[in-house]
């Protein structure tokens, strides 16, 4: 469901005499109205019978709906202060940012696959941590593009074949208040290939899928091996081949 329009917000009344102003599951308390010293008195200028909340449903409404989303809070008597509110319309955007790409070669001799694991160098971030080829989708570029370009910057590999894992992981980035998706893919190389490391990493190891798993820093890469395995153990995507070979 998107953001509430302006217009859309309301003010709902509460028996303490305030009333609530409702955006969505947020609600916050708005000042109680402020009567006249004549209306108090029920002099010159009273209206006949107790003042409702509704003054509060129009123009009042939509003043302090403003200045509560916009500034994080409400000022004034009677008042309780609502922090960490978002702007009118603003919303975690979603976005498929990075590719995770497993690199496979045959072990040989009918042991199964190797998995290749990288080590960050100092340089960067997360130093010492041990993890798959990842990058970022470059504008314009689709998951397929950016998976064989860091797979090339990281690795200096071109695939013999690259797959589809059918796998979408997703972090949450909270200095950005970004969801940042990634698809998946593994690429596999001659038997005896070796890489060529870029200044992001310092080491690189072959290693069986179980080892693999255990090395890995981040959990989504464990995660991923036993699918990689699953689909690919034995050299190729089986029964699957034809819907999950990308090149």
């Not at 004549?38 to 939509?62: L, Q, W």
């Not at 689709?142 to 200096?156: C, H, I, K």
């Not at 949450?172 to 990493?201: C, K, M, N, T, W």
């Amino acid at each position: 469901m998107g953001a509430c329009p302006a217009h859309a917000v309301r003010a709902l009344p509460t028996r303490a005499g305030g009333s609530v102003l409702a955006r969505g599951h947020r609600r916050v308390l708005l000042p109680r109205p402020q009567l006249s010293p004549e209306r108090r008195r029920g002099g010159r200028g009273a209206r006949p019978g107790r003042v409702r909340d509704s003054v509060c449903y129009d123009r009042r409404a939509r003043h302090c709906a403003r200045r509560a989303i916009s500034s994080g809070e409400i000022a004034g008597r009677g008042t309780r202060v609502a922090r960490g509110l978002r702007p009118l319309g603003a919303v975690t955007s979603v976005r498929v940012a990075f590719v995770d790409t497993y690199v496979l070669r045959d072990a040989g001799a009918g042991v199964g696959l190797d998995v290749l694991v990288l080590r960050r160098g100092r340089g960067g971030r997360c130093p010492g941590s041990w993890e798959t080829v990842h990058g970022t989708i470059a504008p314009g570029e689709t998951p397929v593009q950016a998976s064989l370009r860091e797979l090339r910057e990281e690795t200096g590999f071109t695939p013999l074949r690259l797959y589809n894992v059918s796998r979408l992981e997703a972090f949450y980035q909270h200095g950005s208040d970004e969801v940042a998706l990634i698809p998946v893919f593994a690429a596999f190389v001659g038997p005896h290939a070796e890489p060529r490391l870029s200044s992001e990493h310092d080491a690189a190891a072959w290693l069986a899928p179980a080892e693999a798993a255990a090395r890995f820093s981040w959990p989504r890469e464990r995660r991923a091996v036993e699918d990689i395995v699953s689909l690919f153990g034995k050299g190729g995507g089986g029964l699957l081949d034809d819907v999950l070979r990308v090149c």
